[in-house]
């Protein structure tokens, strides 16, 4: 059973890949080995338009999620008792299960109104962006709390015992002990907002299309090998930014424990050198 | 190292029997609920300066919580403490004149040993060639100078204790709250360390404060020990009096060991009690008085090394403090042996003796199934009411 789930969930992955090195214009007939889909995707500046906008997008939209979903992470898992606790945590974690659909017709409501009363904002990156953060910041929260949870709360008493007052803690101690979760946080709310279509076509503008709304509109008027090729790049993009984040999260808990074993077997040498 | 000295001998004057000595730790009335639970109820502390003082309790017994509201972690539910003379109510920890040493340690994984210890000079603004300096030294007291460029995770238990205790003394604060410093060594480290921290405490005159639940640890080190029990002091006093003064049952069996008998007071003189146990034929002769009634229901405990035995079992026995026996059970501890007695009401009681020759020359004091005798001054039974 698990082997054909997964052969359902990589092997069109792999047909995408080998397809985009199809000489031949029509997808399902191999015409032999070619990277002239690549080239024809950059030489469109269609194409070169969508990846800088959702580069844009991906970017600003993962510095603030973690900034914001920072705050929330730690509010969650350190401040114990404060008004309305329960509902936050609520509300915070509830975009994880809300269908993509609702929360992209609810913010697009929102902006309309918006814009009418204030006149902000226009449709297009702004309220994509918008909308990016509100959902991403939900999952940075979730990982930065489940992070803190796991680190000795003594450790930021201590601080404050020493003399820091709690922004220093926050510096000194909590920002570096939680560091692997920030970068994991950014790079997940990166990934997030490169893949997004539904919300993204909801809430764009006129003439403000990301890469999957672009790659989604091209195969409407039929498959073609280069959308198979601009697919290919963001499946490198997005499986380098998963690697890397699950790679400093579990380098840092591996070296811990290396260390540990290594004084601990040192440990007798260490208190005879001593005497 | 040096050899420590006796820390009782450095409070000869007692400044807690002096009523207009000013108390270092003022607590009153401190009291801390959580929910419907009473960790902390209603206690009364003074603390002197330069003191070294234990509170000791079984597990659960509110000495982390009196103590994270001493460091301000915890808000007091009612009640006040003072330190120095300043009401410590709304002084947030990181301005409190106290340190504390965390049960878990607590050092700063992504810092080094020298990075750790100093964090605290730094939030002071210290001058960097200073905190290098006072660092260096505090380091060299505890013998890591060698390590000072290692994270915590690359050092052994002993040493990160060690770290934390530098950490938290070289801001020399007035007071040091010490949370089971040495819960996490092996029997010998601890021992050794007792006497390091007791030098420590010697050299920089700071006032600790330490929990523990290992009583000979605290018999060791205190000026004076507080017995917890269930968020109240059962007894407040120097190691002596705790130990050879008991006030209360609990307080009788937390600190060593006793032997413990039911009874009742058949007569109360001017200089002397008797009191007739209800274990059989048994009699209690104290030599000092107490203010009780005749006829009521108390306990006597009697420490195991009070007791001498012997094997001259003669055919009349005195009335009091005498009582045979048969040997039930020898544990040869090494430097000395517990006898359990088995009493002709089924009573076993435990007696101590020091083994002050070896056994290939002298054997065993007495042997399984010997009959003996057990007797004792008339100044070691305790006599309790609580
Ligand atoms: N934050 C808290 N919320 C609820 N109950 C608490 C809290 N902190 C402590 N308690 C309770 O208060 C009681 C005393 O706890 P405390 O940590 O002071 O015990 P202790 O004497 O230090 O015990 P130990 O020797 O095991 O460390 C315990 O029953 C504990 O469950
Ligand atoms: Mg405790």
């Known amino acids: 059973m698990l082997c054909l789930g997964f052969a359902f969930l990589y092997i069109p992955m792999f047909l995408l890949i080998f397809y985009s090195f199809n000489a031949s214009r029509f997808v399902p007939v191999w015409g032999g080995f070619s990277i002239k889909w690549y080239i024809t995707l950059f030489q469109s500046e269609e194409v070169w338009n969508a990846v800088i906008l959702s580069l844009e997008i991906a970017i600003m939209n993962a510095t603030f999620a973690t900034l914001l979903g920072a705050m929330a992470g730690i509010a969650m898992a350190r401040i114990r008792r404060f008004r309305g606790r329960v509902l936050f945590s609520g509300m915070i974690s509830a975009p994880l299960v809300m269908p993509e659909v609702i929360t992209g017709l609810s913010l697009l409501l929102l902006f309309i109104t918006m814009s009418e009363l204030i006149g902000w904002p226009t449709r297009g990156i702004t309220t994509i962006t918008i909308a990016h953060i509100t959902f991403s910041l939900a999952y940075v929260a979730v990982i930065v709390q489940s992070r803190l949870v796991g680190i000795d709360e003594s450790l930021e008493e201590a601080a404050q015992d020493l003399g820091a007052r709690p922004y220093r803690v926050l510096i000194d101690i909590t920002v570096p002990l939680i560091a692997p979760a920030l970068v994991a946080g950014w790079l997940l709310a990166f990934t997030l907002s490169l893949d997004d279509l539904v919300i993204a076509s909801f809430v764009s503008g006129p003439g403000s299309n990301t890469l999957p709304m672009l790659i989604y509109s091209r195969v409407k008027l039929g498959l073609k090998p280069d959308v198979n090729a601009l697919a290919t790049i963001i499946i490198l993009i997005v499986t380098i930014g998963v690697i890397i984040a699950g790679w400093i999260l579990s380098r840092q808990e591996k070296q811990r424990l290396l260390d540990q074993q290594m004084a601990d077997s040192e440990k007798y040498d260490f208190s005879e050198s001593i005497r | ?386």
């Open chain 2, 1 to 386: 190292m040096t050899q420590a000295t006796d820390t009782s001998k450095l409070f000869e004057n007692q400044p807690w029997l002096d009523p207009d000595a000013e108390p270092f730790v003022k607590i009153r009335a401190l009291t801390k609920t959580f929910g419907s639970f009473t960790a902390v109820s209603s206690v009364d502390l003074d603390i002197y300066e330069g003191e070294l003082f234990s509170l000791l309790g079984g597990s659960g017994c509110g000495k982390t919580t009196l103590l994270r509201m001493l460091a301000g972690f915890e808000e007091p539910s009612s009640g006040t403490i003072s330190i120095d003379g300043v009401d410590m109510a709304n002084i947030p920890p990181y301005q409190r004149p106290v340190n504390m040493m965390f049960q878990s340690y607590a050092l700063f994984p992504h810092m080094t040993v020298e990075q750790n210890v100093g964090y605290g000079l730094k939030q002071d603004r210290v001058e960097k060639n200073e905190i290098a300096e006072r660092v260096a030294e505090i380091l060299a007291i505890v013998e890591l100078t060698p390590f000072n460029k290692r994270k915590p995770h690359q050092l052994s238990g002993g040493q990160r204790q060690r770290v934390a205790l530098a950490r938290s003394l070289v801001k020399k604060p007035k007071v040091l709250l010490l949370d089971e410093p040495l819960a996490a060594l092996d029997k010998r480290l601890r021992e050794q360390t007792q006497f390091e921290l007791m030098n420590i405490q010697h050299q920089l005159g700071v006032t600790f404060i330490v929990v523990t639940h290992d009583q000979e640890e605290a018999m060791t080190l205190s000026t004076r020990i507080a017995v917890m029990d269930q968020g109240q002091f059962s007894q407040i006093g120097t190691p002596t009096d705790i130990y050879e003064y008991p006030q209360t049952r609990f307080v009788a069996n937390f600190i060593g060991s006793a032997n413990m008998f039911e009874g009742r007071v058949v007569e109360n003189g001017d200089n002397h009690v008797i009191v007739r146990s209800s274990h059989g034929d048994l009699s209690f002769y104290i030599d000092h008085s107490f203010e009780i009634r005749e006829n009521i229901g108390v306990s006597i405990a009697l420490r195991p090394e009070k007791i001498t035995l012997s094997r001259e079992v003669p055919e009349t026995i005195d009335e009091y403090n005498t009582v045979k026996g048969i040997v039930d059970d020898i544990g040869y501890l090494g430097n000395f042996s517990i006898y359990r007695i088995l009493l002709e009401n089924d009573k076993i009681i435990a007696v101590t003796h020091p083994n002050q020759s070896r056994p290939r020359d002298a054997r065993h004091l007495a042997e399984w199934d010997d009959e003996v005798l057990l007797s004792w001054a008339p100044s070691s039974p305790i006599l309790l009411t609580k």
